[in-house]
């Protein structure tokens, strides 16, 4: 019996573009490729390196195996490395002043990874939180509240050091206000003109930075102080607007969104509004919670990142910080 027509049924059906794979793949709007991927890597030395009990398969790589690793990456089509030191207990200091030391493990990694895999894009992230003894993101004041321009005096040399070591990107990810003028005007005058600054631009005060901070010890020493004061409220996102303008009237090259798969409305906007390079953090919460559903069964772990990754895709995010970069790219392959 012929179908009955109802509106463009069944001229129109939608079915027909679905209907096998080589359809599909045809009328895809979005790709994903291992190039528009971002993996960050914990680095430390000694008894610090090791497995990250809260990120199943992420490990504490001492320089050695961070080379092996970037090369690993490269191979695959990954094209930058964003990179966090984990600081010795000893080493942390309420002005966390390892952030500014030429000999810390941030700047030899740094140097290392550059002169051993050339091509690949160092990321170093801007902020105070693997030095402070108290894990905040920058200095305090003497009423024990972060205090803005201080710290961005500290972030900005910060920065410095790092381009000076010959990091492709710096990322601020601390949150004051201005510390991205302040690093591009430094940069500036130091002759960096091609240092690209990403902008942890839109970044929430969220639950899910949970495991990064057990990964790089930050976490136990915040203890109950959060980040409310300088990272943004999760229920507001015309304040990110405002939050990513600034920052690329500031000088910011690339400006991120953070977390990502919880924020797709936020990334969808700022693509939007601003049509500039946006990148997407899928964080540590995210990753822990898809490997412990797929360690349970619950979830297909290949399908449920992948989905998730072409989802921050379809978003507008041009690239995605994530764990599950590696891996991915392996899929992909
Ligand atoms: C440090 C920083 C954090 C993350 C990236 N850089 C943690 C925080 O702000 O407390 C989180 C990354 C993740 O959870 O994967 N400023």
Same mark, same amino acid.
């Given at each position: 019996m012929p179908a009955l027509a109802t509106g463009s049924y069944p001229s129109t059906r939608l079915r027909r573009t679905r209907q096998a794979a080589y359809i599909r793949d045809m009328v895809r709007e979005t790709r994903l490729v291992p190039a528009q991927l971002i993996q960050p890597l914990f680095v430390a030395e000694g008894g610090l390196c090791g497995a990250v009990a809260s990120m199943p398969g992420v490990m504490r790589l001492d320089l050695e195996a961070l080379l092996r690793k970037c090369e690993a990456l490269y191979a695959l089509g990954i094209r930058a490395v964003a990179l966090f030191p984990v600081t010795p207990?000893?080493?942390?200091t309420p002005d966390g002043d390892e952030a500014l030391n030429p000999e810390s493990l941030m700047c030899r990694a740094i140097k290392a990874v550059k002169q051993a895999v050339p091509q690949l894009g160092v990321i170093a992230d801007v902020a105070l939180d693997p030095y402070t003894s108290h894990g905040q993101d920058g200095v305090l004041d003497a009423a024990g509240r972060v205090d803005n321009d201080a710290s961005c005096e500290i972030l900005r040399r910060q920065a410095l050091l790092y381009a000076r070591c010959g990091v492709d990107i710096v990322a601020?990810?601390? =949150? =004051?206000?201005g510390r991205v003028g302040h690093i591009r005007q430094v940069l500036e005058r130091d002759r $960096? $003109?091609?240092?690209l600054v990403m902008s942890y631009a839109a970044k929430y005060a969220s639950s899910f930075y949970g495991p990064f901070r057990d990964a790089v010890g930050s976490g136990a020493n915040l203890?109950?102080?959060?980040k409310d004061s300088y990272q943004m409220d999760p229920a507001n996102t015309d304040e990110a607007l405002r939050e990513v303008a600034l920052d690329l009237d500031e000088g910011a090259d690339i400006v991120m969104v953070k977390p990502g798969l919880p924020y797709l409305d936020v990334i969808r906007r700022v693509k939007d509004r601003f049509g500039v390079p946006v990148a997407a953090y899928q964080v540590s919460g995210e990753y822990a919670m898809l490997k412990a559903a797929s360690a349970n069964g619950w979830l297909d772990e290949k399908k449920a990142v992948l989905e998730a990754l072409i989802c921050l895709r379809r978003a507008g995010a041009d690239m995605i910080l994530t764990y599950f970069a590696e891996d991915a790219a392996q899929w992909l392959a």
């Open positions: 207990a000893e080493r942390k601020p990810s601390d =949150m =004051m206000d $960096h $003109h091609d240092t203890g109950k102080g959060g």
